[in-house]
């Protein structure tokens, strides 16, 4: 099956500096991909959906200014949470769809950040 | 807005028993559901989908859920559990009726299976 990985697995960083998040589609080119938000015993919270070439469309409340999203090629998405404050520590998800909707989806195993 | 509840956080059950874990959806439209199952340090993955025709799905590991509309429900049930099965899962519901939740997931909290030996 499609496989989606992410890469660092966990990340623990300073308050104040800038992390990346890759998430790559191993075996399939992702014409769309999204990140989700998950934070302990709470649900999956979209993020941000992003299409290859294009800019990424922000859910409403997420500052897009803070979470750059990068969807540079078919393969891979970057997720850069900048000035990182310690609110910023959660669970992130990604998911790559070879199509345009969300049934096609395959998701990562998930960053853990740590804000300290 | 679409949204999903799973009423209960934890469940736990003796491995051999069933297992029904509930889902209930809020959605104006003809609701696309999922269900996903996540392991400690895996991706979710997709256990079963339903979008239309026969209201009871059969998925991978054994899993099935049955869709009632009068009752907003999508349950996700499984005859005999194994421990290979102690994980999360989540309920979703897709969009597509248009609108900014056009092609969108909306995930339900999530329940915790433990299963007991």
């Known amino acids: 099956g499609a496989v989606v990985s992410q890469h660092p697995s966990w990340v623990i960083c300073k308050s104040g500096t800038s992390v990346k998040i890759e998430c790559r589609s191993l075996?399939?080119?992702?014409?769309?991909m999204f990140w989700y938000r998950q934070f302990p015993k709470q649900s999956l919270m979209l993020m941000a959906t992003?299409?290859?070439?294009?800019?990424?469309?922000?859910e409403q409340g997420v500052e897009k200014d803070k979470f750059l999203i990068n969807h540079a090629s078919l393969t891979l998405s970057t997720l850069t949470v900048t000035s990182a404050h310690p609110e910023d520590s959660s669970f992130y998800i990604c998911?790559?769809?070879?199509?345009?909707?969300?049934?096609?989806?395959?998701f990562g195993p998930g960053t853990r950040l740590t804000v300290t | 807005a679409q949204s999903v509840t799973q009423p209960d956080i934890h469940i736990t059950v003796s491995e051999g028993a069933s297992l029904e874990l509930r889902c209930n959806y809020s959605?104006?439209?003809?609701?696309?559901l999922f269900w996903y199952v996540q392991s400690p340090g895996q991706g979710l993955q997709l256990l079963l989908k339903?979008?239309?025709?026969?209201?009871l799905v059969q998925g991978i590991k054994g899993f099935e859920a049955e869709f009632k509309r009068s009752q907003s429900s999508f349950n996700l049930r499984k005859p005999s559990v194994h421990w290979s099965d102690a994980a999360e899962y989540f309920c979703?519901?897709?969009?597509?009726?248009?609108?900014?939740?056009?092609?969108?997931?909306?995930f339900g909290q999530g329940t915790i299976l433990t299963v007991h030996p």
């Open positions: 979703a519901v897709g969009a597509l009726a248009g609108g900014t939740s056009y092609g969108k997931l909306t």
């Open positions: 075996d399939f080119q992702a014409t769309t």
């Open positions: 959605y104006g439209a003809t609701p696309y």
């Open positions: 992003s299409n290859e070439g294009s800019k990424a469309t922000y």
């Open positions: 339903y979008f239309s025709g026969d209201t």
């Open positions: 998911s790559a769809s070879q199509g345009p909707l969300f049934y096609e989806q395959y």
